[in-house]
């Protein structure tokens, strides 16, 4: 922990700096989840990577703090998201039941959750996380909720009052604030139950949903172990009192005015008697303007996000946006290539040896929470993404081994010897830029090298001037990347046309496009044989 007393500038530090005036034995950081559809990023920000910042900093003052997580796997299966392989009405028998007695969507999972659970458990080590993942279908069924289900149940008139209260429904007297689980069809959004004698619910299976029919069956359970479960307001209060939750989360939505964080502050403070978690809302993340949802199938889940970029990126992105700032990202702007440089800059200023300013103090902080493995002692060996992208396709078919060499020998990184974690870093982020090339970059990124000047190319005279001027200055002698780079105004001052139209033919002729890299240094890599080829056939 850095000290810089008084002016924290990571949100995650002001939040730790609050909690710890909270005298607790030790803070419980929450985040929940229902595992229905697939999660994505937007999700792993408020329900995953922001509780890890915040436990990170309690553990950084040397406060004692832990992280959980909740699956929510006892939560009614509603709807059947899209994206999937699979045929609706091999699956429309299950809704209305319990997320974890759906089958899996693809073979080789225990159920519907687990399936969707997966893309969570691969990532945690990968993405530096480390929470304690609890199901609360286990929990229900191993008795956790017992107890306060029953005193839900015994106080159901004052839950009743807080309820209408809150949410400004008109829930009739007698009405009990718990789902029996139809002991019949298994469902437990279609039951209405009808009394309580402190012992039994008797219920009935007749309520009629957009996704589920009952099946009309009477009966009486005791409300133990996972026989019945909590509506969602009451689940969330139930939870904090079961583990103590001094801190969560949760997307902004449930802030509003009437809001399940309103209705589960006050279900645990005036009927559970304790005092509620600390509660901070989280913005939404949006991708490409749109939010993202778990429903569509057309998501950034964790496992996507380690297909095109490095983890640390996503966990700088989550810490360094405040908590209750919109996340705008994309992946076709050069949003991304801005994202992958903040990260570069942060990261020297991290190593930096001058005094630092305060940008880069703060810098350095969001670096530390960036973080996956322990930082080493050494800058590792950057390689900026967009010169990743332009070296795989300058040479898509070499491996990528090769290409570092000759990006070194082009002087695109900053040192000569690399060891193995250099390399290793190196290939994964050609590795990267590769699959992000394929899957999501913009038109304007792509490039071809010719093989033969485009055949429909026009080029004036002058323009071809200029460009066999270059290709017999190439055969002379070798050139440095600024050396070349000055003998391009030359020669455009030579031959009397205007720079841009030198550069685009430049780019015409080696890419059939009117951009492309910067063009010295890019000439240089290709390799100046190729270039001259080319220019001398126009
Ligand atoms: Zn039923």
Known sequence: MKDVELDHYVWADKIAEQLSKKEVKEHVIHGMWTPSGFFHIGNARAELLNPAFITKSLKNRGIKAQQQFIADDFDDFDKIPKGLDIKKEDFEPYLGKPLREVPSPVEGYDSWAAYFLKDI?????????????????DSYKNGLYDDVIKIFLNKAEDVRKIW?????????????????????????ATTKAISWDKKRIEYKCTQEREYAKPCGHKGSIVPEKGAAKLNWRLH?????????????????????AGGSVESGQKFIKEILGREGPMQTPTEFLLVDNTKLS?????????????????????????????????????????KFFLLADRYDKAEQAFFQKEEKNKREVQLTEIYEFSQVKEIKEKIPMQLNYSNAAMIVQTFPNKPLGELIDILNTNNWIQRKTLGVSDKEKLVKRLELAKYWLGEHAPDEVKFVVQENVPENLKLSEKEKEALK???SLLKEKDFEQNELFNEFYTICEKVGIKNTDFFKAAYNVLLDKDRGPKLAPFMLTLGKEKVVDLFEKI
């Open 236 to 256: 969330w209060a139930a939870t904090w009192f079961i583990h103590g939750v001094t801190y969560e989360s949760g997307g902004k939505d449930h802030f509003a």
């Open 121 to 137: 458990k691969d990532n945690l080590e990968k993405f530096g996380l480390n929470p304690k993942v609890l199901s609360s279908y």
């Open 164 to 188: 209408n209260d809150v949410t400004g429904a008109k829930k009739q007297k007698g009405w009990l604030p718990v789902m029996v689980v139809c002991e019949n069809c298994g469902r437990s």
């Open 294 to 334: 778990g429903s569509s199938g057309n998501t950034i889940s964790l496992t996507d996000w380690a297909k095109f970029a490095e983890p640390e990126l996503l966990r700088y992105m989550m810490i360094s946006y405040k908590q209750n700032t919109v996340i705008n990202f994309d992946l076709h702007s050069n």
């Open 469 to 471: 001027l270059v290709a």
